[in-house]
């Protein structure tokens, strides 16, 4: 018998990827710059993240992200969005010229093996019309622009669809038929197997996800099949005093809000991706952001990724900034990212505890502990997302929690039952 390399590859995951959470990275933005609340977005504003069409090096710092840090997940914000993808034509085709630049940033967020979040930026209107409630925006219209550009992109399964950017002041309801009508045209121009990202109203905010019914109404969309599997709640979340994201202090860590929303999801069998979320380098936020994200990393089995605001276009004078400073290249992470990010996320990933699963994504399939489940970090979307809905992680915030079992403990006795059920496996 000669052991498999997926074997050795599930081994070397157990002593530190097991836990994390399956996709980080960060936000990309520019295409969106000068886009409104009210859904007005001027396509003139737009500063694509290109060195070569005069914005931020978005090629270099996604090479950087993956290479040195470890990420593997970018959101590209399409915005100016509608309008720039379809020149200003509601209801037209995808404009040939706009739509190629921005493919251009695609194929280098897939260029570094990463899986690329394709994201609307409209806010669910389309200059001052809310999409599908009344006015002279319809759901066909949204329905139209994602059927393009699923086909476009549904034959690379790293490819996630962020449905829209912070949904506000709407009927619930309603957005959520707008949103299955997005989902079966998306899965049936081809794109079967792609993560779909479901956002609530009040600017998707995890603090009201519940409150506002979000949560509820999001939980009935589902794949043509019946299932929802890689369907997962598109959640955002600021630490500012208005989780509006532009004030330098941060007045909350965020614990009991995500602890509110991780207990709906476990109850409830479901998943949701941390899409935007980010801080400035203020002494208030290093101690709130590091603690909200450890908060995070230890209930990675219902929050199944992360998405930091923001590089692309920025500069390191943005209060917010994630950009890195250098060149491409020879890129080097700021104090937030090193810190807040990379340490919880990755440096500091607490080992799964959890024994068994069922389907976050899913009410209709649940599963063992697998060595697939060990490989996670390697699979691809078309394996439906896992988790346990009885999960061991802690509910704690803050890097001063330790799990029930020891590291060296939990490393050894999940090396040797990944061993067990690998051996089981591959004899």
Not at 60 to 86: C, Y
Not at 163 to 189: F, S
Request: proline content about 4%; hydrophobic content about 35%; glycine content about 10%.
């Amino acid at each position: 018998m000669r052991a498999d390399s997926r074997l050795l590859t599930g081994l070397a995951l157990v002593s530190g990827a097991w836990g994390r959470v399956k996709y980080l990275g960060v936000a990309i933005p520019g295409i969106d710059f000068g886009c409104a609340i009210d859904g007005t977005c001027p396509v003139s504003t737009v500063t694509l993240p290109r060195t070569s069409l005069g914005g931020g090096d978005g090629e270099g710092q996604m090479k950087h992200f993956v290479e040195d840090d470890g990420m593997n997940i970018f959101r590209l914000r399409v915005a100016t969005s509608w309008q720039f993808m379809l020149n200003g034509h509601l209801g037209g085709k995808l404009d040939a010229t706009n739509s190629d630049k921005y493919d251009k940033l695609v194929q280098a967020c897939l260029g570094t093996g990463a899986y690329c979040m394709i994201d609307l930026h409209n806010f669910a209107r389309w200059d001052g019309d809310i999409v599908g409630q009344g006015g002279s925006v319809k759901d066909d219209d949204l329905v139209d622009v994602w059927q393009q550009l699923a086909v476009k992109y549904a034959k690379n399964d790293k490819i996630v669809f962020g449905v829209m950017n912070e949904p506000h002041d709407l009927d619930i309801q309603l957005w959520a038929q707008t949103c299955q009508k997005v989902v079966t045209a998306i899965r049936k121009a081809g794109a079967k197997s792609n993560i779909i990202l479901l956002p609530g109203t009040n600017f998707a905010s995890a603090e009201t996800f519940v409150s506002t019914g979000s949560a509820v109404a999001l939980a009935n969309v589902t794949n043509p099949d019946g299932t929802t599997d890689n369907l997962l709640l598109d959640l955002h979340k600021y630490l500012d005093i208005n989780n509006s994201g532009m004030h330098a202090e941060c007045t909350t860590d965020n614990v009991e809000v995500f602890r509110t929303i991780a207990t709906w999801l476990r109850t409830n069998k479901r998943a949701a991706m941390i899409s935007e979320s980010g801080a400035s380098m203020d002494p208030t936020c290093m101690d709130r952001f590091c603690t909200q994200n450890n908060f995070i990393s230890q209930n990675s089995d219902v929050f199944a990724g992360f998405i930091g605001w923001g590089a692309g276009s920025f500069d390191s004078s943005y209060v917010m900034s994630l950009t890195p400073s250098g060149s491409a290249g020879s890129y080097t992470d700021n104090k937030l990212m090193k810190q807040c990010i990379i340490g919880p996320f990755i440096k500091n990933a607490a080992p799964e505890t959890t024994s068994s699963s069922s389907s976050p994504a899913s009410t209709s399939t649940g599963s063992s502990t697998t060595t697939r489940q060990i490989l996670q970090e390697t699979s691809t979307p078309s394996d439906p997302i896992e988790t346990s809905a009885n999960s061991s992680h802690s509910e704690n915030g803050g890097s001063g929690c330790t799990p029930s079992v020891g590291p060296l403990a939990g490393g050894l006795i999940f090396a040797a039952v990944a061993l067990f059920h690998s051996w089981q496996r591959f004899l």
